[in-house]
């Protein structure tokens, strides 16, 4: 069973950074399958809406929103997907989540109703 666990949120001024991280464990790989992990986020009284994701080996996708500020890695050594945010504005306060999805297929990167393993969760708070 695929556990996400998030650490590195917290509160920052407009315009500070802050890195993200996501203990990963649990997956099991296969040569026929596609692997997605993912970061996302949801605003209060807002849907949740996909930050930036990774396919893996590799290929990455931001959504527009994030493009030139946020980049999202994966160290395959430790398990670990990151989520570097750079530049931070108000809007992008939330809480962030990390996600992933084994599939037969491509599938939508950024859409959080393909995804099926969560983790809770870390606040992000970005004052002006």
């Known amino acids: 069973q695929v556990q996400l666990v998030e650490s590195g949120g917290g509160s920052v001024q407009a315009g500070g950074s802050l890195k993200l991280s996501c203990a990963a464990s649990g997956f099991l790989f296969s040569p026929y399958r596609m692997y997605y992990m993912a970061w996302f986020r949801q605003a209060p009284g807002k849907e949740r809406e996909g930050v930036a994701a990774?396919?893996?080996?590799?290929?990455?996708v931001d959504a527009d929103s994030v493009k030139g500020r946020f980049t999202i890695s994966r160290d395959n050594a430790r398990n670990t997907l990151s989520l570097q945010m750079n530049s931070l504005k108000p809007e992008d306060t939330g809480t962030y989540y990390c996600a992933s999805v084994r599939t037969r297929g491509s599938v939508p990167p950024l859409d959080p109703t393909r995804f099926t393993s969560w983790g809770r969760g870390t606040q992000v708070t970005v004052s002006s």
């Open positions: 990774i396919a893996i080996p590799s290929s990455t």
